[in-house]
């Protein structure tokens, strides 16, 4: 998603823009993982050195639940906020100095703010570490492998509790 923002860059620090953020393709998260955004905002405001981006976008991403191993959409709401530095001045039309910070993310010689890679980390860190499909999914079945979730698990269960990690210390809380 790009925005031009050569007018508020002509305005004085201080001046904010409010966006929808709409796109009609999903966001290419990694080599295999994409999101759908589905709304949100953006607030630009014209600061010294540039331009603060911040907001929230809601969105879909499928993951893989770490107990069955199926694939769920998830849906998430993450809030972000990062500056953009102008890699030409807007008046003169002259090249200025990269950023000091090196996570300032920059505008193009176009005056275009490319929100995309912004959009992209925010959301890879607002991914869950362990994804879960539901609060009472059954996982896996530690002895046959099956989805406890889709069929009751045909295994002894003498035989799994044995199989289980830790399971000799059971027996020394008794």
Known sequence: MQINVAQLLKWPVGTTRLYPLETDKPLRLDDTSRAELTGGRVRLDHIDGGILARGDVD???RLECSRCLEEYPATLRVHFEEEFAPSIDVGTGMPLPAPEDDLAFTIDANHLMDLNEALRQNIIVALPLQPICRP??????????SNRNLQPCACNDDEEEDNRPFAALQGLLH
């Open 136 to 145: 009472e999914c059954r996982g896996l079945c530690a002895v046959c492998g």
């Open 59 to 61: 969105c879909v991403v």
